[in-house]
């Protein structure tokens, strides 16, 4: 069964500096989004993409973060410069409808 | 926007019984609820479903019932095992976007 996969597994940086999560979403999936839970806290929906645009987003999502599709396989996550507020595991996750299919996640440690 | 609340927030039961885990939702224009089981170290795994046109859904020893005039639904879980234990959320979905709640602790004892 097709999985959506995400690199690294764990990312550790230092505050202020720029990290990139990324996802391979299932293949004939139409519908992108983030996620992000703070250990343990609830899932919390960051953005969704659609059509190689974001189509909602939440107040979390500021400027610091972008979202893009570079080569039509690959979906990322990028947060320009890291505050200690951003560690978390980051879930990717693909649908063609509804719900969605969750990757396995990252853990971001931002010292 | 869009808020759940879920309880309990940890269950423990005893291997065979049943587990129910109630969640109410704020938002009418929610029309999606999806319940998610997620283990130590791993993504949240879809384990059913339930749109807002079907009041109950079942496979196997998991069902979930809406009630849509009330706005809550529930997880039920029967004749629990020990690998049922994990921690469970729920979700609304009023667009595309999952609205989760906090979350329950299901421990099943053998």
């Known amino acids: 069964e097709p999985e959506v996969t995400q690199t690294p597994s764990h990312q550790v940086t230092q505050m202020g500096q720029e990290v990139i999560l990324r996802c391979v979403p299932i293949?004939?999936?139409?519908?992108f989004y983030w996620y992000r839970q703070i250990l343990g806290q609830k899932v919390e929906f960051l953005v969704s993409f659609y059509n190689n645009e974001i189509s909602e987003k939440s107040e979390i999502f500021d400027d610091q973060f972008s979202v893009e599709r570079p080569d039509g396989s690959n979906f990322t996550l990028k947060i320009r410069s890291t505050k200690l507020e951003d560690s978390a595991m980051y879930f990717c996750a693909s649908t063609t409808n509804r719900g969605g299919s969750f990757g396995p996640g990252t853990r971001l440690t931002v010292t | 926007g869009e808020n759940v609340e879920q309880h309990p927030s940890t269950l423990s039961v005893q291997e065979g019984d049943s587990a129910v885990i109630k969640c109410t939702y704020s938002d009418s224009a929610s029309n999606y609820f999806p319940w998610y089981k997620q283990e130590l170290g791993k993504g949240p795994q879809l384990i059913i479903d339930?749109?807002?046109?079907?009041g109950e859904k079942k496979d196997q020893r998991i069902a979930v019932t809406l009630n849509k005039t009330a706005k809550h639904f529930s997880l039920h879980i029967t004749e629990t095992q020990p690998e049922d234990s994990a921690v469970y959320f729920c979700a609304a979905s009023p667009t595309g976007k999952l609205i989760f709640g906090q979350g329950t602790t299901l421990q099943v004892k053998p």
């Open positions: 339930i749109r807002s046109n079907v």
């Open positions: 293949s004939n999936h139409l519908y």
